[in-house]
């Protein structure tokens, strides 16, 4: 396909072009609060602790997993069905989304456009270690969810169930691609590494100050979802249902 620009142009050029732009404030009337990839978590910024899964059988991956949970999320400690992210509208949450398995998976989430802030390469072998020390058998259970329950890892706002990463990361944070500075549904998540991305569950035109509810009630089921984008991985459990718990409506 060829596209041909007519010059000269008639009336305002309005195009944005993402990676001239020195910070990563998507738009000058639309930047994303300001976090970085070392923010302390807080309340109003929860952190999210996730993993990506593989369990390996003699002819390579049997199935594919978010947080080590397949879609049904039939687990025990958490609300049904299953359900464990259910972040807030208008809330900003950092999602720290940590690679264990051998591919590169392109994640999406749906209802969102969300920021990649960083990756990290980290020693998988020793997290490895004290992923599955975490676990209450001491060892890795597939398809049992996270090894640490919601509110067990001493600081509140960190949800996920896993081990913090930060004691086996290694090397410097590495930024966005210049293709990858701007509003984001997807994102490549590589073997071996950390991938922080920050998603605020609002419009995405919205601003800071500017009203943060989407025009629609986003609590009414059926809700969405949060997958692979590789076809094979999705449709072998690696897709998680998650609900936005939606702000009074007047």
Not at 102 to 131: E, G, M
Not at 199 to 221: E, W
């Amino acid at each position: 396909m060829q596209f041909r620009v007519n010059l000269p142009l008639v009336g305002m050029d309005n195009s944005f072009n993402p990676a001239v732009v020195p910070t990563p404030t998507l738009r000058a009337n639309n930047p994303i609060e300001p976090l970085t990839p070392t923010l302390p978590p807080t309340p109003s910024s929860p952190l999210r602790r996730l993993t990506l899964n593989e369990v390996m059988g003699m002819g390579g991956p049997l199935v594919v997993l978010l947080n080590n949970t397949k879609w049904d999320g039939t687990m025990s400690g958490f609300p049904p069905p299953g359900i464990t992210e259910t972040p807030a509208e208008g809330s900003t949450e950092v999602w720290e989304i940590i690679n264990l398995t051998a591919d590169t998976h392109p994640i999406h989430l749906h209802v969102v456009q969300f920021q990649l802030l960083s990756r990290q390469k980290f020693n998988v072998n020793r997290y490895w270690r004290a992923y599955n020390a975490a676990f209450a058998a001491g060892a890795y259970v597939p398809e049992a969810g996270p090894p640490l329950l919601y509110g067990t890892l001493g600081v509140d706002s960190v949800l996920g169930g896993n081990p913090d990463v930060t004691p086996y990361v290694q090397g410097t944070t590495v930024g966005p691609d210049p293709n990858e500075i701007g509003w984001k549904d997807t994102v490549r998540m590589n073997p071996g590494e950390v991938t922080r991305i920050v998603v605020r569950f609002s419009p995405q035109n919205a601003t800071a100050t500017s009203n943060p509810m989407y025009p629609f009630d986003p609590s009414i089921g059926p809700g969405y979802v949060w997958h692979c984008h590789i076809l094979d991985h999705e449709d072998n459990e690696m897709m998680r249902p998650y609900t936005v718990q939606a702000l009074p409506r007047p």
